[in-house]
């Protein structure tokens, strides 16, 4: 058996989901967890300490039976930049703000609207057509420090592109912290 479906299960039998399997230099084996999806549920839990705990000491005891050579075993949340993969994932977060990166810039496609050579967009994404998907954007032109903006200036013009998952080299969850604890307006 691989190491990736050796861990998958040992994940998968305690509850958990995983997320992304990482091994690096020097021994370290990354394994990141979340708790699986389920469209009905309107509140997601958070991962615990706790659970990282249970995955962890599991693993000890699986990949020693498997004689998996590492130095040591990291087990965490995905954070607030998860990788989004599978088409379950897109699903998952839809109606989110996500990071996109294109395996090939856009080109011609963009009809000038867009750079052509651009690759990397940070917008919303929608379910498309059939099993494509969608991330809506605005090109906000960006405000100095101490710089004051009008109330009166027009906010720049909503723009879209529709993309298959094999086009994407990566996609995650943009990072937005809101460190006031309110609300945007």
Request: negative net charge; glycine residues 8%; contains cysteine.
């Given at each position: 058996?691989?190491?990736?479906?050796?861990?998958?299960?040992?994940?998968?039998g305690?509850?958990f989901?995983?997320?992304?399997?990482?091994?690096?230099?020097g021994?370290?084996?990354?394994?990141?967890?979340?708790?699986?999806w389920?469209?009905s549920?309107?509140?997601?839990?958070?991962?615990?300490?706790?659970?990282?705990?249970?995955?962890?000491?599991?693993?000890?005891?699986?990949?020693?039976?498997?004689?998996?050579d590492?130095r040591r075993?990291?087990?965490?949340?995905?954070?607030?930049?998860?990788?989004?993969?599978?088409?379950?994932?897109?699903?998952r977060?839809?109606?989110?703000?996500?990071?996109?990166?294109?395996?090939?810039?856009i080109g011609?496609?963009?009809?000038?609207?867009?750079?052509?050579?651009?690759?990397?967009?940070?917008?919303?994404?929608?379910?498309?057509e059939?099993?494509?998907?969608?991330?809506?954007?605005?090109?906000e032109p960006?405000?100095?420090?101490?710089?004051?903006?009008?109330?009166?200036?027009?906010p720049?013009?909503?723009?879209?592109?529709?993309?298959?998952l094999?086009?994407?080299?990566?996609?995650?969850?943009?990072?937005?912290?809101?460190?006031?604890?309110?609300?945007?307006?």
């Amino acid at each position: 058996m691989s190491l990736q479906t050796t861990v998958e299960d040992a994940v998968r039998g305690l509850g958990f989901e995983l997320v992304e399997l990482e091994r690096s230099t020097g021994g370290l084996l990354r394994v990141t967890i979340d708790h699986p999806w389920i469209s009905s549920q309107e509140v997601e839990q958070g991962i615990t300490v706790e659970d990282c705990e249970r995955v962890t000491r599991q693993l000890q005891y699986v990949l020693e039976v498997d004689n998996v050579d590492y130095r040591r075993l990291e087990v965490s949340s995905p954070g607030i930049d998860r990788p989004l993969r599978s088409p379950q994932d897109f699903e998952r977060f839809e109606g989110y703000e996500v990071d996109l990166v294109l395996k090939a810039s856009i080109g011609a496609a963009a009809a000038g609207q867009v750079s052509a050579n651009r690759k990397k967009f940070r917008g919303t994404l929608q379910q498309a057509e059939g099993s494509s998907w969608r991330i809506v954007w605005r090109d906000e032109p960006s405000v100095k420090p101490g710089q004051r903006v009008s109330a009166k200036r027009p906010p720049a013009p909503e723009q879209a592109l529709d993309f298959s998952l094999d086009e994407l080299q990566s996609a995650r969850l943009a990072p937005v912290v809101d460190f006031k604890g309110r609300a945007k307006n």
